[in-house]
């Protein structure tokens, strides 16, 4: 079982972005010496609760700091940008550390202003052609464009022995089949949408086509909420600040566990974190006797093969902690 961390660089009462971004290079150099496989960045705009608003330029300084482990994207909202301007960056990251680079793409959008702030045209109205840009990124990234599509020409490769690995990332199995028909990567959002996983990563294992553009196998990937500690009611209380930031607005810092404790009601704090006859919850909470239990039966009814642990945790010691309890427990199953 692979097992990786996406990282939202997240702010903390009285903190600055400055602290939060280095925080979140420092744990980019520590999943690696926990043995994670993956580390990608969140792409968040407008948000004072999380630095983490360009992933490239977070993958270029990560990449500085480690020697192994993947770096990538979770993910570059194509509803901004160009597939032109992404398929560049990356290829430059890609240069930058060769054979370490991931591209996930996905789509999200903020509040109206800020989405039409972002908008790489404001002179018609915004369409969903996300499928149409993830072709054009392999497009490029693979000379794989029709020898009549007026792109061929472009050869953004020119000087560059490897390519990104590309992802497709979702949280409702829309883009599942896009993924399988062009043989990538597929995350799936299990901590946004859980009911949904399950059937979403078996519409991507069925439908796979092994293609040159990505591995040749299918890299189906689950991605939880997961919070451990060394007692239960630590690894609990650890669940509290997402809960506290959903409760109580997304715009500021993300909550400590106090503030949270102070702000949530005492039937919000005592929501389940454990997973109980399949049911997961937004956050999943464990420790080292408990952990495994709960996540192997959900992992392996999704055919999951990797596993993208995100949290919120912001107190050093305590991520650490949990960071390595979840790392220990994930290595020991079997898929």
């Not at 993956?38 to 360009?54: C, L, M, P």
């Not at 794989?144 to 690995?165: S, Y």
């Not at 451990?228 to 609990?236: C, F, K, P, Q, V």
């Not at 999943?284 to 039966?297: D, K």
Request: charged share 20%.
């Amino acid at each position: 079982m692979r097992f990786s961390l996406v990282e939202l660089a997240p702010v903390t009462p009285g903190g600055s972005k400055w602290d939060a971004l280095n925080r979140a290079l420092a744990a980019a150099e520590e999943a690696e010496h926990l043995g994670f496989h993956r580390f990608w960045f969140a792409e968040h705009h407008h948000v004072t609760g999380y630095a983490a608003q360009d992933p490239a330029a977070l993958i270029a300084a990560a990449a500085q700091r480690t020697s192994r482990i993947r770096l990538g994207s979770g993910a570059v909202l194509l509803n901004h940008y160009s597939a032109f301007s992404v398929a560049e960056r990356f290829l430059m990251l890609e240069s930058l550390a060769p054979g370490r680079i991931d591209l996930g793409l996905g789509r999200s959008t903020a509040t109206p202003l800020v989405d039409h702030a972002l908008r790489r045209d404001r002179s018609s109205q915004p369409a969903d052609d996300f499928p149409d840009q993830v072709h054009e990124i392999i497009g490029y990234l693979h000379k794989a464009f029709d020898c009549a599509h007026p792109f061929a020409a472009i050869d953004l490769t020119a000087g560059i022995d490897g390519v990104p690995e590309v992802w497709v990332l979702g949280s409702s199995g829309a883009s599942a089949g896009l993924a399988a028909r062009l043989g990538i990567g597929y995350t799936f959002g299990g901590h946004i949408n859980p009911g949904r996983a399950d059937c979403a990563l078996r519409h991507y294992r069925e439908g796979f086509t092994k293609t040159p553009f990505g591995t040749g196998a299918a890299q189906p990937m689950l991605a939880l909420n997961i919070v451990a500690a060394d007692d239960e009611a630590s690894a609990h209380r650890l669940t509290w600040p997402a809960r506290a930031l959903r409760a109580g607005g997304r715009d500021r810092p993300i909550p400590t566990v106090e503030q949270a404790r102070a702000e949530l009601s005492a039937s919000a704090k005592a929501q389940p974190s454990t997973i109980v006859g399949g049911i997961v919850p937004p956050q999943i909470s464990g420790t080292p006797a408990t952990l495994r239990a709960q996540l192997e039966p959900v992992i392996r009814a999704s055919g999951a093969t990797e596993v993208m642990v995100q949290d919120m945790v912001t107190d050093a010691a305590a991520r650490t902690r949990s960071r390595q309890i979840i790392a220990e427990t994930l290595q020991a199953i079997t898929v």
